[in-house]
């Protein structure tokens, strides 16, 4: 099909979503989001969202851990700050089940709900409910320089273990070159440190809580894992570990810094773009690492568009988000910034599209990963709590955080693994028993 009758079709789905806004012709609307690269692909088209329909968009774009700050404040108080907010699938439900943020099942028949990943759709719905809208999901995987390793004679397998992931970063880090073996995240937070160091504790057999919530944060299991973490980033990691996040480390691996880096698979796009990264040639990809068991080894997350039950611009609101998530939003997006910048993830005709597929050699592993990402079954023993890299309960945002910080210490050389596992375990046993867990 011609560009211009496809960017023609697009504008006639824009103007369609407009219909449903026709109540709230120029308003203003606010959208609270991300700073990661497809958020500002999103803010950078969002002008043809607000021509087709007369309304504006006041940006309020975020580092990751203060947009979670920001929101969760706002919603909780219903402040009524915010008109769209960018959550995941942690606060989704439970906000959803608290009664805060407005149902999205009536978007209209050309949403095409169907086409939306079952996974992905499934963790944004409570009782029947879809109480937010997929922008773009991900789950984690392991990046890796395929030149360096040619150059090492190493071979990369399908499915590396953290042993081989340990052998390799030491034989390709070179710290003379600003060339470092593994690159990981050490910024505190639930969601940054704490995302992948969930996951590295679920293959190494450890969880958060026992099936009575006693936490089990200085189990042999969590610190062997994180004394792995903490021995693998001194030897082999980037300085300036504890700063460093999803962005940051993008950049390091991006700019050549990174033999490897085990992080969320949307980055693949913007890696392997080479407008946006001097490796994009060299770019390889395995599945993410595992340890004692396969569970949880690799996360499942969605960056979502939802709308607070405190706005008073639902129907502007609503026109955005079905804007933002369509299926011509993605073509849109395939059209103006590439196909590899297509957000990925979320919707079953983008990997089926040809486009996506020539531009994309991840997308089959990147779908499979989302795909077989299962929160029921993310440790080696039972536990009561479902999430793979967080746990679905309203206190774990302090408590990931707070362990997120400690980790960080324990990286930076301020304190010993055992001495922040044993003050977070008495710290999080605290928090547990008051939150009336813990019997």
């Known amino acids: 099909m011609p560009i211009g009758k496809r960017i023609g079709i697009f504008a006639a789905s824009v103007a369609a979503s407009a219909l449903a806004a026709s109540a709230a012709l120029s308003e203003e609307i606010t959208v609270a989001t991300v700073n990661n690269g497809d958020m500002i692909i999103m803010q950078k088209l969002s002008p043809e969202w607000e021509k087709a329909t007369g309304n504006k968009v006041n940006w309020v774009v975020l580092e990751e851990n203060v947009l979670r700050e920001r929101v969760t404040t706002d919603i909780a108080t219903k402040g009524g ?14 906000w959803g089940k608290s009664g805060w943020l407005t149902s999205l099942d009536d978007l209209g028949d050309d949403y095409d709900y169907a086409d939306l990943i079952a996974p992905v759709r499934s963790g944004l719905t409570v009782d029947g409910k879809l109480y937010a809208v997929p922008f773009y999901a991900e789950s984690s995987f392991t990046l890796y320089r395929k030149d360096l390793f040619d150059a090492a ?80 980033m001194k030897k082999d990691g980037p300085p300036g570990i504890s700063s460093n996040g999803f962005n940051e480390n993008q950049t390091l691996f991006a ?10 698979t949307s980055a693949a796009g913007r890696v392997y773009d080479p407008k946006q990264s001097q490796v994009a040639d060299k770019v390889a990809f395995a599945k993410a690492p595992v340890a004692v068991t396969p569970n949880g080894s690799a996360w499942g997350w969605a960056w979502s568009l939802a709308i607070p039950t405190s706005t008073k611009k639902v129907d502007a609101a609503k026109s955005f988000v079905k804007w933002a998530t369509s299926k011509a939003y993605v073509q849109r997006v395939g059209e103006t910034e590439g196909w590899v910048a297509a957000p990925p993830g979320t919707r079953k005709s983008t990997y089926s599209s040809p486009d996506y597929q020539k531009a994309a050699p991840f997308a089959a592993t990147v779908l499979a990963a989302i795909e077989s990402a299962d929160p029921t079954k993310q440790t080696k023993d039972p536990v009561p709590y479902t999430g793979i890299q967080f746990v679905a309960i309203p206190e774990f945002q302090g408590i990931g955080t707070e362990v997120g910080q400690a980790i960080a210490a324990a990286v930076t050389g301020q304190k010993s693994v055992d001495d922040v596992l044993n003050e977070v375990q008495a710290a999080v046993e605290k928090t547990m028993t008051e939150a009336g867990y813990i019997k």
Not at 81 to 94: N, S
Not at 169 to 191: F, H, I, M, N, V
Not at 255 to 264: E, K, L, N, R
């Open 153 to 232: 004679g190493l071979k990369m397998p399908e499915q590396p273990t953290y042993d081989q992931i340990t052998e390799f970063a030491d034989k390709l880090t070179d710290k003379s070159k600003e060339q470092y073996g593994l690159c990981l995240r050490g910024k505190p937070g639930w969601g940054e440190n704490m995302a992948f160091v969930g996951t590295l504790v679920n293959t190494f057999g450890g969880r958060w809580f026992d099936m009575d919530w006693k936490p089990q944060l200085n189990s042999p299991e969590w610190k062997k894992a994180i004394g792995w973490y903490v021995d693998t």
């Open 255 to 264: 700019s050549g810094h990174c033999a490897m880096w085990i992080d969320a």
């Open 81 to 94: 700050q915010f008109d769209v907010l960018t959550i995941g699938g942690y606060e989704t439900p439970i």
